[in-house]
């Protein structure tokens, strides 16, 4: 039996009927249309439902639901039925939303997703155990197969107790997996890109910020293409490694202790997930991902830091200080524009809880406006600009030597 290829050349061995189970989500995979067509099914039913997959002529049932969780996408957990597989093997299989697809719409032009990079990554998430296992990945649907984890899923409460762990496994995540994605030729992340895309979509769709956010705005454009190119000037690109870039609550998950018969078993752990938004460069930008998507205090950032292993008394922490809170006050812009242009330009609906404290996209955005605009007059702030405009141009002035940004 031939092994099943991912769309983008990666090959994964398994045995007997995981192999046909793929297999078979390949096969209905080929025909774009026709895969859109089985997710709409999947997601009507209000009850599991049945389906009969052949592969080979040979007959593979299995059953599916529908389950909660992803802005854009839908996400089916799936599972065999046929009863000599005891217990049933669980998946998860995600479909993305159409318009993540289309790159000549607005709402793939705000969220620009990558989904040959989100292969890369997740595969080698899962290869190095930080990430749920990669089974099969089409690049042409985008249609993803992994493992099932039966645990629970992190939120605005539940991440709080989680900081340390979740600065482990994100130190974990850019230890290991840069290993596998590190020769690809990718251009290094930058929330920069973002943020002038976001300019022009504006002034395109004609989006409206409000009026006393309309001058700062522009003000903070400057100010982040600068930092933008300070960054860079002190980077070294053989020190990038992978990015997740999307690290909020909902992408952790936490797996109970599992014990056997034989007294071993497993441990409580934490694991990450959902990698539509990987990328390539500065581990210091997911530092300050983390401690802004999830609102975190500088009580809680530390504690946050000290999972990670950032050590204070480390020579480069004054300066790796400045970075973090640059790059903060970064995706603070790139945060707050999202919400507002998504709030005007995008169908998808605001759930509630999504976000605490707002209800829709656009208070989402506006809040993270007002907060970093203020910051714009804070002198604090502008002395981590100017420590970062300083070794930029210690940088680029000869003679120097590089000293590696490793943690």
């Known amino acids: ?21 793929a297999a078979a989500f390949v096969t209905l995979q080929r025909c774009r249309q026709g895969v859109r067509e089985l997710a709409l099914h999947f997601y009507s039913a209000s009850i599991s439902i049945e389906t009969e997959l052949f592969v080979s002529h040979v ?29 049933r093997t669980f998946y998860i299989m995600r479909v993305p939303g159409d ?19 989100e292969a890369r990554c997740a595969a080698a998430a899962g290869e190095s155990g930080v990430a749920p ?42 230890d290991k997996v840069a290993i596998g994605i590190q020769s690809s030729s990718i251009p290094l992340y930058t929330p920069y890109y973002r943020i002038a895309n976001y300019f022009e979509l504006a ?54 202790a599992v014990s056997d018969d034989v007294g071993g078993g497993t441990k409580s752990r934490l694991w990450l997930f959902d990698f539509e938004y990987c990328h390539f460069g500065d581990r210091v930008w997911d530092l300050a991902n983390v401690i802004v998507f999830n609102g975190l205090n500088p009580e809680q950032a530390q504690v ?47 759930e509630a809880g999504w976000a605490e404290g707002v209800s829709s996209f656009h208070e989402y955005g506006v809040q993270h406006l007002e907060r970093t605009m203020r910051k714009l007059s804070d002198p604090v702030l502008a002395g981590y600009m100017q420590r970062i405009r300083e070794a930029a141009v210690a940088a680029i002035s000869p003679p120097h030597e590089h000293v590696s940004d490793e943690l």
């Open 1 to 21: 039996m031939s092994t099943p290829f991912l769309g983008n050349g990666f090959k994964f061995s398994r045995p007997g009927k995981l192999q046909h189970l």
């Open 59 to 87: 007959p593979l049932k299995v059953q599916s639901r529908s389950i909660s969780g992803g802005l854009s996408n839908r996400n089916f957990q799936i599972f065999e039925s046929d009863p000599e597989n005891a217990p």
């Open 99 to 117: 318009l993540t697809l289309a790159p000549e719409h607005n709402y793939s032009r705000i969220h620009l997703i990558n989904r040959s990079m």
């Open 133 to 174: 296992t990669l089974i099969e990945y089409n690049s042409t649907s985008g249609v993803m197969l992994t493992q099932w984890l039966e645990g629970d899923v992190l939120n605005g409460d539940t991440v709080i107790g989680e900081l340390g762990a979740i600065g482990g496994i994100l130190r974990q995540f850019h």
């Open 203 to 256: 002034d395109e769709m004609k989006v409206d910020f409000p009026p006393a956010l309309e001058i700062q705005l522009r003000e903070a454009r400057l100010q982040a293409r600068q930092l933008d190119n300070d960054l860079a000037a002190i980077f070294n690109p053989r020190d990038a490694v992978a990015l997740h870039c999307d690290l909020i609550p909902g992408n952790f998950i936490r797996t109970p």
């Open 304 to 350: 946050f830091l000290a999972g990670y292993n950032v050590d204070p008394a480390d020579k480069r922490y004054e300066l790796l200080t400045a970075k973090l809170e640059v790059m903060q006050w970064m995706y603070g812009v790139m945060e707050g524009m999202w919400g507002v242009i998504q709030h005007q330009v995008s169908d998808l609906p605001f």
